[in-house]
C-alpha cells in the first residue's frame, strides 16, 4: 500500500487544491487558528461539488479551546453530525475528554453511535489525553478508524517515539496517521521511523489579498496572527511534493 496523504483543508478551494495534487483525503474545517472547528454547511456542499475524487471528512468541534464539551455543545456536534450524514460525507473527526484528561467513554461511544456508517477520526484530542496507551485500547474498543496525532508532542517529528510505539501496538487494529509539522522534507524519514502508512499535513502557503483599498486599523478579530490582507490555502504543488 502506498502512501495515504490527508489534508487539513480550510477552504473550498483547499479542497481542490489537494485533489489537484493528487491526495486522497481532506479533513474540512473551519476556523484554523482555532486549531479547527465545524464548517459550514456552505463549505462543505461547496466542497462537494467542486471535488469528484477526494473523500471528504468533517471535523465536528463546536469551538476552539479544550474537548470538555457542555450539555449545550453536545447538543450542537450531534446536530452537526446528522447533518453531514444526511450530506454524505464520508467521515466525520471529533474528540472528547473529561476533567481528568481521559476520554469521555459515554460520550465518545454516544457520537460514534450516531455518526456509523460514516468513518470516524478521533483528532488531536488524543495528543492532550492523560494515557495515550490506555486512549488507544479504548479507541479501538469504540469502533475509531484512525488516531491523528503528533504523538503528544508540538509536531510528529518531535512525536516519533510514542508514534512508533503507537503504531506498532495497534498492529493494524487502527490507523495511527502522524499530523503537525508533517511536510516534504521529512515524511521520509517520519515513515520510516514509525511505520505510518497514512500522514496528515496542511500544505500551505501564503495567499495575499487582492484589495486596493485597505484600512489597516481596524482588525476583524481580537488576536489576528498575520495581516488581515492574508490568508493561508493548500497548495497543489506541496501537496504533490509529500506524494
Known sequence: MGRIIEICANSVQSCIEAEIGGACRVELCAGIPEGGVTPSYGM???????TSKIDINVIIRPRGGDFLYTSTEID????????VKQMNVHGVVFGCLTEQG????PLMRNLIKVAKPLSVTCHRAFDVCRSPFEAL???IELGCDRILTSGQ???????IPLIRELVKIAAGRIVIMPGCGVRADNIVRIEAETGATEFHSSARNLIYSKMKYRNTNVPMGASVATSEFETVQTDRNLVAGLL
Open 76 to 83: 450542537t456536534m450531534l446536530y452537526d453530525i446528522e447533518m
Open 102 to 105: 481521559d476520554f469521555d467513554l
Open 153 to 159: 508532542e508540538p509536531d510528529a517529528v518531535r512525536g
Open 44 to 50: 462543505i456542499r461547496a466542497a462537494q461539488a467542486l
Open 137 to 139: 485500547e479504548q479507541l
